[in-house]
């Protein structure tokens, strides 16, 4: 079955960088978006950052400081996280929108999610 996995969260100071990994696995024809959410307690969920093919897109609170990228070889989209601050503190989910091998539509897959703590 097709399975996302996130690696790469932990606790960073302010200033700090991480990069969050998402490998994509299984029965995969094709990948057409991968994206990174985030939410935080008592906030909404975020959109982060998102590739499609070359386009990129990032959410206002993270323009220059994230950067996002992806290894279509290895399935697989990295989140570069710069200049961290506290408010960037929260579970950051991998998403991706794929064609299953074996079926007629595309559909959307979410990893288990990935602790970002930015504290001093």
């Known amino acids: 079955q097709v399975q996302l996995v996130e690696s790469g969260g932990g606790l960073v100071q302010p200033g700090g960088s991480l990069r969050l990994s998402c490998a994509a696995s299984?029965?995969?024809?094709?990948?057409?978006?991968m994206g990174w959410y985030r939410q935080a307690p008592g906030k909404q969920r975020e959109l982060v950052a998102q590739?499609?093919?070359?386009?990129?897109f990032y959410g206002d609170s993270v323009k220059g400081r994230f950067a996002i990228s992806r290894d279509n070889a290895k399935n697989t989209v990295y989140l570069q996280m710069n200049s961290l601050k506290p408010e960037d503190t929260a579970v950051y989910y991998c998403?991706?929108?794929?064609?299953?091998?074996?079926?007629?539509?595309?559909?959307?897959?979410r990893g288990q999610g990935t602790q970002v703590t930015v504290s001093s």
């Open positions: 299984g029965p995969i024809l094709n990948i057409i978006t």
């Open positions: 998403t991706a929108k794929m064609r299953q091998i074996g079926l007629l539509v595309n559909l959307d897959y």
């Open positions: 590739i499609t093919g070359d386009s990129t």
